[in-house]
């Protein structure tokens, strides 16, 4: 079952419903907030001071990053534009009893060739089971080849931000944001303090690990794995959050980031996809 949902300020998402799982997904970034199974609570973190406006990325769920991940582009906005424009919704096909699919599709436009100027398709597919997996296949439609750095900037719903590990990173090199540093370390990741890193040469599998749940995240098309909270202060100073935020939630960010860019050959097609289990 599916239904689409506009609030007052006339934003758009549709909620999915079947027997394993329900999920709410925004028309605006093809921005899913919420995906709870039928027996827990929202795997994903969504805060409470989120705005659901037109323009304004929702700060949870999976915003999209691309065709840029960061802000090292000047004629880009942090982290692109996909996550701020309206996808058009494609289709939604019931699967089975346990299991709905969801496609959606941005094109450029006139204001998206002023920003970055490619012809392209992204289209977004969500299958919203026992298990969330989400894609996005990037598809060249120029004549030249096309440059993206791209992300799925989950952000997980955690007990405490005391309590969890994050598995399947150790020896692999990052590069530490607040450092501009290189480092590598040979022990599961804990957050005592802020901490923003691409992890670079990432496997395809990375766990988080809680309290009372173990997430498996299954990543391919990816070769970099950003680990991302802000801790008390930048939580404090952060738009749409507020300042315990921090404690609650963990980004892990199944990423192409940085030099790990990937060229989208004329013509062709690019798919960064993720499944998480738990
Ligand atoms: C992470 C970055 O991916 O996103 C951080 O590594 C950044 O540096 C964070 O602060 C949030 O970005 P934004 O644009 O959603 O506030």
Redesign the pocket.
Known sequence: MHKIIKNENGFEYIEVKNSAAKAKIALQGAHIFEYTRQDKNNLLWLSEKSVFEQGV?IRGGI?LCWPRF?SLDESLQ??GFARVSMFKLINVNELNEFSTEVLFELRDTKESRALWNHQFILEVKMVISQTLSISMKTKNLDEKDFMITQ?F?TYFSISNIQNISIKGLENKFYFD?LLDDKHKEDQAIKVEKEI?RVYIDTDDEVFLIDKDKNIKLHTLGSAST?V?N?WIEKSAK??YMSKNAYKEFV?I?SANAFDDFVMVKSKKTHTLSLTISF
């Open positions: 990325a915003p960061g942090q982290h992300a900037h944001t923003d950003v991302w802000p952060m738009s980004c960010e």
